[in-house]
């Protein structure tokens, strides 16, 4: 067995402790769950976010949408164009709500669904639209806001998809 002591000066101070390697294994595993973690945590943030969005057909609105968060609202679009809705909080009338049936289209982008009633509202208000956004990696139908940096007043989830 050799000597420690008879070995060059200069190999003694480039041969690693290996208390120091795994000090700096461990910090450096330290700093990759931290980032990592940090990382992980402003992307969900991101995508629980409403971004707008789009979808390919009009199959991915066709079905039962109602409103997330405890808002009220809810909205049947078929197959064939018409929709019914009962309390849905879009501004198509004087009281803030839309009950009825009516017709439905999705824009030729897919960014967006316009409802138009059957019975037209007695004031003159903008046609009804719901944007097509993605919130928590789903999409969703959004009731536009009107203020300022604010998307949605109010998210639309498939009723099928409770959380």
Known sequence: MADPDDEPRDARKTRPRPARWRRRA???GLAGTLLGGTVWHLVSRQEAKPRSAVVSSRSAVVGTWEAEGGATGRVEFAADGRFSAIGLPVRTSPDGGLTGRGRWALDGRGGSVALRPDRAPSAPVRDARLAVVRADGRVRLCVTSGSPGV??????????ARR
């Not at 007043?153 to 099928?160: F, G, N, T, W, Y």
Request: with cysteine; net charge neutral.
């Open 151 to 160: 998307l949605c007043d109010v998210l639309l989830r498939p009723a099928a």
């Open 26 to 28: 461990v910090l450096l």
